[in-house]
């Protein structure tokens, strides 16, 4: 039918400016890096600051196309996670060391409370980190003052991941919405890019791994959102 025929338009029309637009962004980004190594001669310090800029707006590009990407092979059922043992306490302190300089930035205190030694989970340790970064690049964007906290733990059958914020909170008419694809909160945050494809990865993602993906939240106090994971065995390597 018409809803059906317009599904097929959009998903072809995504899968084709997913496509089109990798292979240049990749030659920018190589062009870029080569600028910024001097090979063709130094760089004054706006020249400097230009070419990352160039780069920084690249990479985002990049971003969203491998976003939409990830986003057609979840809706076709198409991807599927290479479920394996994977430390989360690892992979937490890894994404968390990977956004400090973001939170610095943006003047936001993270904290992680993430056990010293290993928590298991049967997951795809690529996935579970795209997940994270998703849900903290998320809570830097869109919290102005405060906090971020990340935090690993054991719960019975399974590994729970949580990224909670200061920031404004999610109405409860919106907290079903946000997973939606396309989907974005308006006017909120430093840095509200993107399309609205994030949540609704890390969703798929998190279900595609036998897992789920929750946010619990209140106005004006912040929200969290919880990553819940099969544990492996015994939890531990």
């Known amino acids: 039918d018409r809803a059906e025929a317009a599904d097929r338009a959009k998903a072809n029309f995504l899968a084709v400016t997913s496509h089109e637009l990798r292979n240049p962004l990749s030659n920018v980004l190589g062009f870029a890096g080569l600028l910024l190594d001097e090979v ?40 599927r996670p290479q479920v394996e ?13 990977g956004a400090a300089p973001r939170a610095m930035d943006a003047g936001l205190h993270l904290e992680t409370r993430i056990p010293s030694g290993s928590i298991v989970a049967a997951a795809d340790a690529r996935r579970v ?5 998703n849900l ?38 919106q907290r079903d919405a946000i997973f939606e694809p396309f989907h974005r909160l308006p006017g909120r945050g430093r840095r509200a890019d993107g399309v609205g494809l994030g949540l609704a990865i890390s969703r798929g993602l998190a279900r595609a791994m036998g897992g789920e993906l929750t946010v619990s939240s209140a106005v004006g106090r912040g929200s969290r959102f919880t990553l819940r994971l099969p544990a492996w065995g015994d939890g531990s390597l």
Do not use: M
């Not at 004054?44 to 986003?71: G, H």
């Not at 980190?129 to 970064?133: G, K, S, Y």
């Open 136 to 173: 903290l690049d998320n809570a830097i964007k869109y919290t102005e003052a405060g906090r971020v906290d990340l935090r690993v733990a054991r719960d019975g059958p399974q590994v729970i991941t949580e990224v909670a914020d200061t920031g404004p909170g999610i109405p409860a008419h």
């Open 85 to 97: 043992p994977v430390d989360l306490c690892a992979v937490g302190r890894r994404v968390a060391a």
């Open 40 to 79: 063709s001669g130094p760089l004054n310090e706006t020249q400097r600051r230009e070419v990352e800029l160039l780069q920084d707006n690249a990479r985002l590009l990049r971003r969203l196309a491998e976003d939409i990407a990830d986003y057609l092979r979840l809706d076709g059922h198409r991807l």
């Open 129 to 133: 980190e795209q997940v994270l970064h």
